[in-house]
C-alpha cells in the first residue's frame, strides 16, 4: 500500500462528547479535523443517556446532535463505521491504521471512552446475558427492548443510571442484585462495601443518589447505620428493588436464559443456607463499571498509570491533556471515568491545548489553554454524576507527578 | 423482543425504510442501516452463533463492537461483528457455526 499524504492537521478517535467537542475548538481556530468512529452514528454513548435533573431530562442525544451539526458547520469530517487498529509514528507523522485505509496526521487526540468491566457468573455465556451497557444500547439507540424481563447483577452508579433509563423505557426489571462472589467480583460482592460506596458518595451536595431518586436516600442513609436490618426484598428504586443482600448464584437456561438463581447473603457475602430461589427471567444485564479504553495509546507507545479511582490504567497524561509521546493527546474517558460533561470541557482543553501546539491562537494561546483548563474544574466541581469521590484528588496527584517527571528543571 | 417505536424521552426514530433479508435461510424483515443485532433481537433471535469450539450458543454481550462476541456470517462480507454492520436489503445471514476440530482433537459427547 503505498503512503497516504497528510490528509489533516489532526486525527480524533472518537466522536462521543471529548472527540466532538475538541474538533470543534480545533476546527474553529482553522485546523483541518477529521473524527473517526467505528461505531454506526457518531455521538458516542451520550445518544443512549438521558437522567432526571430539577425535575427536567437531560438528554445526551440531544447535546450530541448540537454538537454533530456544529462541526458540520465548521467543515469536521466526521467518519463512522471506521475501526482503528494502529497508530505508528513515521517522519513525524502518525499513521493510523484504519479498517477501511491508512489515514496519516502530525497530530492525534484519542478519545476512545471506556469499555465495561466483565461480571463474569455461572451462566454468563448464555444468549440473554449482556453488559449494562449493551441493554443500554438496544434499548435507547436502537430502540428495541432487551428482553421482556430482566435483572441487574451488580451495584454502581453505572448500573443504577442505567436501570433507571431501562425502567423509563419500559423495560421490566425484577431487581438489583449482588455478583456472586469469589475472585472475580472482589468486594463488590460486599453488601456493606457497595453501601459505602453508594452512601461515599452522598458527601457531595446534593448527592448522586440523591440525584437519582430523592425518597431512596433516605433509606439508604437509613441502612447505612443498620446495614443488617436491610429488608431481605430490597428497597424500592423507583419501581425497581434493590437487593442489597441478595446475591445472584447462577444463570440458568439451555440455548438462552431462562432464570437466575438468587439466594441471601451475609455481610461477608457468604450464601445463607436454605436462602437460595429462582427468579424468572429472560435477559441478564452485568454491571461491572467501566475502565478507560485505552488500547490505542499503549499501541503508540504512552506509558500507564494506574489509577482504581479513574477506573484503572490510563495514559499518563498532564493536565493540558498531552502524553509523553510527542503529537499524542487524550480526552475524555479514557483518561478516567467521569460523567460525559467532564469529558466535553477535557475535549474542548484538548482542542485549545492541540491548537496552542499548532501555533493556531498566535500570542494569546496560553490564556486560552489556562482557561479551558479552569473551566474542566469548574465542570468536574459540579457534574451532576460522580463516579468515585477521590477523582478531584487522584488527578491532582497524576498533574503533579507528570511536573515532576517531564517538567522539573525546566 | 419488542421495538420501541415512541420512546418517553427521546422520541420516535425518523422514518426508517424497511427490508427484507434471511437469517439461517429463513426470511425476515428489519430497518435499512439498523444493526444486524438489533434487527435479529427485534425477531426474537439470541443465539448469533455456535462458539466454535463447543458448540455452545452465543448472542450479543457488549453491543458495541468491543467484545467480539456477536460475530456471525454475512455473504459477500465474511465474519462481521452483527452489533456494528448495518443491515441491507436482501442481506443472506447466517449463525457463525462450531468449527471442525482437528487441531485440539477435542471431541464433546
Same mark, same amino acid.
Given at each position: 500500500?503505498?503512503?497516504?499524504?497528510?490528509?489533516?492537521?489532526?486525527?480524533?478517535?472518537?466522536?462521543?462528547?471529548?472527540?466532538?467537542?475538541?474538533?470543534?475548538?480545533?476546527?474553529?481556530?482553522?485546523?483541518?479535523?477529521?473524527?473517526?468512529?467505528?461505531?454506526?452514528?457518531?455521538?458516542?454513548?451520550?445518544l443512549?443517556?438521558?437522567?432526571?435533573?430539577?425535575?427536567?431530562?437531560?438528554?445526551g442525544?440531544?447535546?450530541?446532535?448540537?454538537?454533530?451539526?456544529?462541526?458540520?458547520?465548521?467543515?469536521?469530517?466526521?467518519?463512522?463505521?471506521?475501526?482503528?487498529?494502529?497508530?505508528?509514528?513515521?517522519?513525524?507523522?502518525?499513521?493510523?491504521?484504519t479498517?477501511?485505509?491508512?489515514?496519516?496526521?502530525?497530530?492525534?487526540?484519542?478519545?476512545?471512552?471506556?469499555?465495561?468491566?466483565?461480571?463474569?457468573?455461572?451462566?454468563w455465556?448464555?444468549?440473554?446475558?449482556?453488559?449494562?451497557?449493551?441493554?443500554?444500547?438496544?434499548?435507547?439507540?436502537?430502540?428495541?427492548?432487551?428482553?421482556?424481563?430482566?435483572?441487574?447483577?451488580?451495584?454502581?452508579? &453505572?448500573?443504577? $443510571?442505567?436501570?433507571?433509563?431501562?425502567?423509563?423505557?419500559?423495560?421490566?426489571?425484577?431487581?438489583?442484585?449482588?455478583?456472586?462472589?469469589?475472585t472475580?467480583?472482589?468486594?463488590?460482592a460486599?453488601?456493606?462495601?457497595?453501601?459505602?460506596?453508594?452512601?461515599?458518595?452522598?458527601?457531595?451536595?446534593?448527592?448522586?443518589?440523591?440525584?437519582?431518586?430523592?425518597?431512596?436516600?433516605?433509606?439508604?442513609?437509613?441502612?447505612?447505620?443498620?446495614?443488617?436490618?436491610?429488608?431481605?426484598?430490597?428497597?424500592?428504586?423507583?419501581?425497581?428493588?434493590?437487593? &442489597?443482600?441478595?446475591?445472584?448464584?447462577?444463570?440458568?437456561?439451555?440455548?438462552?436464559?431462562?432464570?437466575?438463581t438468587?439466594?441471601?447473603?451475609?455481610?461477608?457475602?457468604?450464601?445463607?443456607?436454605?436462602?437460595?430461589?429462582?427468579?424468572?427471567?429472560?435477559?441478564? $444485564?452485568?454491571?461491572?463499571?467501566?475502565?478507560?479504553?485505552?488500547? &490505542?495509546?499503549?499501541?503508540?507507545?504512552?506509558?500507564?498509570?494506574?489509577?482504581?479511582?479513574?477506573?484503572?490504567? &490510563?495514559?499518563?497524561?498532564?493536565?493540558?491533556?498531552?502524553?509523553?509521546?510527542?503529537?499524542?493527546?487524550?480526552?475524555?474517558?479514557?483518561?478516567?471515568?467521569?460523567?460525559?460533561?467532564?469529558?466535553?470541557?477535557?475535549?474542548?482543553?484538548?482542542?485549545?491545548?492541540?491548537?496552542?501546539?499548532?501555533?493556531?491562537?498566535?500570542v494569546?494561546?496560553e490564556r486560552?489553554? $489556562?482557561?479551558?483548563?479552569?473551566?474542566?474544574?469548574?465542570?468536574?466541581?459540579?457534574?451532576?454524576?460522580?463516579?468515585?469521590?477521590?477523582?478531584?484528588e487522584?488527578?491532582?496527584?497524576i498533574?503533579?507527578?507528570?511536573?515532576?517527571?517531564?517538567?522539573?528543571?525546566g | 423482543?419488542?421495538?420501541?417505536?415512541?420512546?418517553?424521552?427521546?422520541?420516535?426514530?425518523?422514518?426508517?425504510?424497511?427490508?427484507?433479508?434471511?437469517?439461517?435461510?429463513?426470511?425476515?424483515?428489519?430497518?435499512r442501516?439498523?444493526?444486524?443485532?438489533?434487527?435479529l433481537?427485534?425477531?426474537?433471535?439470541?443465539?448469533?452463533?455456535?462458539?466454535?469450539?463447543?458448540?455452545?450458543?452465543?448472542?450479543?454481550?457488549?453491543?458495541?463492537?468491543?467484545?467480539?462476541?456477536?460475530?456471525?456470517?454475512?455473504?459477500?462480507?465474511?465474519?462481521?461483528?452483527?452489533?456494528?454492520?448495518?443491515?441491507?436489503?436482501?442481506?443472506?445471514?447466517?449463525?457463525?457455526?462450531?468449527l471442525?476440530?482437528?487441531?485440539?482433537?477435542?471431541?464433546?459427547?
Amino acid at each position: 500500500m503505498s503512503r497516504q499524504s497528510q490528509n489533516s492537521d489532526l486525527m480524533i478517535v472518537g466522536a462521543g462528547p471529548a472527540g466532538l467537542s475538541a474538533a470543534i475548538v480545533a476546527s474553529g481556530n482553522g485546523l483541518k479535523v477529521t473524527v473517526i468512529d467505528e461505531f454506526l452514528e457518531p455521538g458516542g454513548r451520550m445518544l443512549g443517556q438521558f437522567h432526571e435533573e430539577h425535575g427536567r431530562w437531560w438528554v445526551g442525544k440531544r447535546i450530541a446532535e448540537q454538537l454533530i451539526e456544529t462541526c458540520g458547520k465548521q467543515g469536521v469530517s466526521i467518519r463512522c463505521g471506521l475501526s482503528v487498529y494502529g497508530l505508528l509514528k513515521s517522519d513525524g507523522l502518525w499513521e493510523v491504521s484504519t479498517s477501511e485505509g491508512r489515514l496519516s496526521a502530525p497530530r492525534v487526540l484519542l478519545a476512545t471512552g471506556a469499555a465495561e468491566v466483565p461480571v463474569p457468573a455461572d451462566g454468563w455465556t448464555l444468549p440473554g446475558v449482556m453488559s449494562i451497557g449493551a441493554a443500554q444500547v438496544m434499548s435507547n439507540v436502537h430502540y428495541v427492548k432487551p428482553g421482556n424481563r430482566g435483572l441487574i447483577i451488580g451495584m454502581n452508579v &453505572l448500573g443504577m $443510571a442505567i436501570a433507571r433509563e431501562l425502567s423509563v423505557s419500559g423495560v421490566s426489571l425484577a431487581g438489583i442484585v449482588l455478583p456472586p462472589a469469589g475472585t472475580f467480583a472482589g468486594s463488590s460482592a460486599l453488601p456493606k462495601e457497595c453501601l459505602r460506596l453508594l452512601m461515599g458518595l452522598s458527601h457531595l451536595a446534593p448527592s448522586p443518589v440523591l440525584r437519582l431518586g430523592g425518597r431512596v436516600a433516605g433509606a439508604l442513609g437509613m441502612a447505612g447505620l443498620v446495614s443488617k436490618f436491610f429488608p431481605r426484598r430490597g428497597i424500592k428504586l423507583w419501581d425497581i428493588p434493590l437487593m &442489597l443482600r441478595t446475591a445472584a448464584i447462577r444463570i440458568n437456561g439451555t440455548d438462552r436464559v431462562e432464570s437466575v438463581t438468587l439466594a441471601d447473603v451475609n455481610g461477608a457475602g457468604e450464601i445463607l443456607p436454605g436462602s437460595e430461589r429462582e427468579v424468572p427471567v429472560d435477559f441478564v $444485564a452485568l454491571a461491572g463499571g467501566l475502565y478507560p479504553l485505552a488500547e &490505542l495509546a499503549a499501541v503508540a507507545g504512552c506509558p500507564f498509570l494506574y489509577t482504581p479511582e479513574l477506573g484503572g490504567h &490510563l495514559p499518563f497524561h498532564s493536565e493540558r491533556m498531552q502524553t509523553p509521546v510527542e503529537g499524542l493527546f487524550v480526552a475524555g474517558n479514557i483518561t478516567g471515568v467521569e460523567s460525559a460533561l467532564v469529558a466535553m470541557a477535557q475535549g474542548r482543553l484538548a482542542g485549545a491545548s492541540i491548537s496552542h501546539e499548532a501555533g493556531a491562537y498566535g500570542v494569546d494561546g496560553e490564556r486560552h489553554v $489556562a482557561d479551558a483548563v479552569e473551566e474542566v474544574h469548574r465542570v468536574r466541581s459540579s457534574a451532576l454524576i460522580q463516579f468515585h469521590p477521590d477523582i478531584p484528588e487522584v488527578r491532582k496527584k497524576i498533574y503533579q507527578l507528570w511536573q515532576a517527571t517531564y517538567q522539573a528543571g525546566g | 423482543m419488542e421495538r420501541i417505536n415512541d420512546h418517553p424521552i427521546l422520541g420516535k426514530k425518523t422514518q426508517r425504510d424497511s427490508v427484507n433479508f434471511s437469517f439461517n435461510g429463513k426470511p425476515m424483515a428489519g430497518y435499512r442501516g439498523e444493526p444486524i443485532a438489533a434487527a435479529l433481537l427485534a425477531a426474537g433471535i439470541r443465539t448469533l452463533r455456535k462458539h466454535e469450539e463447543s458448540g455452545n450458543s452465543r448472542g450479543i454481550y457488549c453491543a458495541i463492537g468491543h467484545c467480539m462476541e456477536c460475530r456471525l456470517q454475512v455473504q459477500g462480507k465474511g465474519i462481521v461483528r452483527s452489533c456494528l454492520t448495518p443491515l441491507e436489503e436482501g442481506m443472506q445471514i447466517s449463525e457463525g457455526l462450531q468449527l471442525p476440530n482437528e487441531i485440539t482433537g477435542r471431541k464433546r459427547p
